[in-house]
T-cell receptor, first 115, second 110 residues
């Protein structure tokens, strides 16, 4: 049981380049999330998904797109990277709030630098 | 808008010196308050969920408590391996997201 895994662990991009971050979970969780963590800002939600084929915007969605084609995978895309997107990105997953416990479990993170 | 404020920002303790971390929150309808531990370079690790005022949960040297306005994470006789950043987050009944505080960086000195 690997939990939540993220690929890659580190990446350096030039301004304007694109990339996709992959998140996978093996806990059969319905919900999946993408956060970014910046010094002094706390974790902020970018996008989330409440089930396969669904996505929704979080509090900082601009410049990012997501897709959830399979229940276990959640992809985060940057179409044209900007230096302001330099951050550590975390994926998380949880059961639906309809269940008795719905805490979020986090992956190890992807450290992205945009130059 | 939901808000979470954690204090202090940083705390240094001697090994064995007990203390508490504070998480003050403002939320229109609390669905749950969550405590996480985060080690440098790693993702947050789930510790506790508290659902209603008066609830308490314990795990080893950690004990989390909840009132209508704040939560405390009490650490008893800490060890150096308890050094980490502790994050608090709240979930609103009308919202799918967690609102996180900026954390308390705890250092336990041997």
């Amino acid at each position: 049981n690997a939990g939540v895994t993220q690929t890659p662990k580190f990446r350096v991009l030039k301004t304007g380049q694109s990339m996709t971050l992959l998140c996978a979970q093996d806990m059969n969780h319905e919900y999946m999330y993408w956060y970014r963590q910046d010094p002094g800002m706390g974790l902020r939600l970018i996008h989330y998904s409440v089930g396969e084929g669904t996505t929704a915007k979080g509090e900082v969605p601009d410049g990012y797109n997501v897709s959830r084609l399979k229940k276990q995978n959640f992809l985060l895309g940057l179409e044209s990277a900007a230096p302001s997107q330099t951050s550590v990105y975390f994926c998380a997953s949880s059961y639906s709030p309809a269940r008795s416990s719905y805490e979020q479990y986090f992956g190890p993170g992807t450290r992205l630098t945009v130059t | 808008e939901d808000q979470v404020t954690q204090s202090p920002e940083a705390l240094r303790l001697q090994e064995g010196e007990s203390s508490s971390l504070n998480c003050s929150y403002t939320v229109s309808g609390l669905r749950g308050l969550f405590w996480y531990r985060q080690d440098p370079g790693k993702g947050p690790e789930f510790l506790f969920t508290l659902y209603s005022a008066g609830e308490e949960k314990e795990k080893e040297r950690l004990k989390a408590t909840l009132t209508k306005k704040e939560s405390f994470l009490h650490i008893t006789a800490p060890k150096p391996e308890d050094s980490a950043t502790y994050l608090c987050a709240v979930r609103n009944f009308g919202n799918e997201k967690l609102t996180f505080g900026t954390g308390t960086r705890l250092t336990i000195i041997p």
